[in-house]
């Protein structure tokens, strides 16, 4: 659109600099609306054994929107070779989750789940391998699963835990170490000056670590 914008007003021959430099203008500013980009990679492991890896992501937008992300793929045996790619990606507008979306890909199938704020409540449509949930979400959310990467928890607030779509309740163990129980299974987040360091994970299928690498 932008091309044509251009080209319209080259070919008029009316037409002064003025229009073209506003044209060209607006594509440079649309360039800038993207703001800082910070990328966290991490090492995940079972029993001090490297199956895999993860990016958790924030990226900011001059609009007041904020992308947070996480992407990890692993490799394990248990019985028989499982591998998985798992992702989520999380929608903030100023401090209020406007949309989390959760991918999973695996050889036991390949799921989708979503959190959708519609005007004064969250639809939530979750399918997970043996795990469903379509119950709506009435509080506001402003704290997820791939925020607490980059942020501390709110002592004792609620985070949305998007491959359940449930929001838990959060525990400040000691200083810079949380814990977040999901579904019987708690979990504990490690951090220094505010950002997750190490995560000590349950799982009903295996338990497992994700470590930053400096």
């Not at 958790?56 to 070779?81: C, G, M, P, Q």
């Not at 999380?90 to 799921?111: A, C, E, P, W």
């Not at 449509?125 to 997820?144: C, F, L, M, R, S």
């Given at each position: 659109m932008?091309?044509?914008?251009f080209?319209?007003?080259?070919?008029?021959?009316?037409?002064?600099?003025k229009?073209?430099?506003i044209a060209?203008s607006?594509?440079?500013l649309?360039?800038?609306?993207r703001?800082?980009?910070?990328?966290?990679?991490?090492?995940?492991t079972?029993?001090?054994?490297?199956?895999?890896?993860?990016v958790?992501?924030?990226?900011?937008?001059?609009?007041n929107?904020?992308?947070?992300?996480?992407?990890?793929?692993?490799?394990?045996?248990?019985?028989i070779?499982?591998?998985?790619e798992y992702?989520v990606?999380?929608?903030?507008h100023?401090n209020?989750?406007?949309s989390?979306?959760?991918?999973?890909?695996?050889n036991?199938?390949?799921?989708?789940?979503?959190?959708q704020?519609d005007?004064d409540?969250?639809n939530?449509?979750?399918?997970?391998?043996k795990?469903?949930?379509e119950?709506?979400?009435?509080?506001?959310i402003?704290y997820n699963?791939?925020?607490?990467?980059?942020?501390?928890?709110?002592?004792?607030?609620?985070v949305?835990?998007?491959?359940?779509?449930?929001?838990v309740?959060?525990?400040?163990?000691?200083?810079?170490?949380?814990a977040v129980?999901?579904?019987?299974?708690?979990?504990?987040?490690?951090?220094?000056?505010?950002?997750v360091?190490?995560a000590v994970?349950?799982?009903?299928i295996?338990?497992?670590?994700?470590?930053?690498?400096?």
């Amino acid at each position: 659109m932008f091309h044509y914008i251009f080209l319209a007003c080259s070919l008029n021959p009316m037409t002064n600099f003025k229009p073209v430099f506003i044209a060209f203008s607006f594509i440079l500013l649309s360039g800038i609306v993207r703001g800082a980009v910070e990328k966290r990679e991490y090492d995940i492991t079972v029993a001090g054994i490297n199956i895999g890896e993860m990016v958790a992501t924030r990226e900011t937008h001059d609009d007041n929107l904020t992308y947070y992300s996480l992407k990890s793929k692993v490799s394990f045996w248990f019985f028989i070779r499982v591998n998985v790619e798992y992702s989520v990606a999380s929608v903030y507008h100023k401090n209020h989750l406007i949309s989390s979306t959760v991918n999973t890909t695996s050889n036991r199938g390949n799921f989708i789940s979503t959190i959708q704020w519609d005007k004064d409540h969250y639809n939530v449509h979750v399918e997970g391998y043996k795990y469903k949930n379509e119950v709506a979400i009435g509080d506001t959310i402003v704290y997820n699963s791939a925020r607490m990467y980059f942020e501390y928890p709110t002592v004792n607030s609620a985070v949305l835990a998007d491959n359940y779509g449930l929001m838990v309740s959060t525990e400040n163990l000691q200083k810079d170490v949380y814990a977040v129980t999901v579904e019987g299974n708690r979990n504990r987040f490690f951090f220094h000056r505010g950002k997750v360091i190490r995560a000590v994970m349950h799982h009903p299928i295996k338990n497992f670590e994700v470590t930053y690498k400096p």
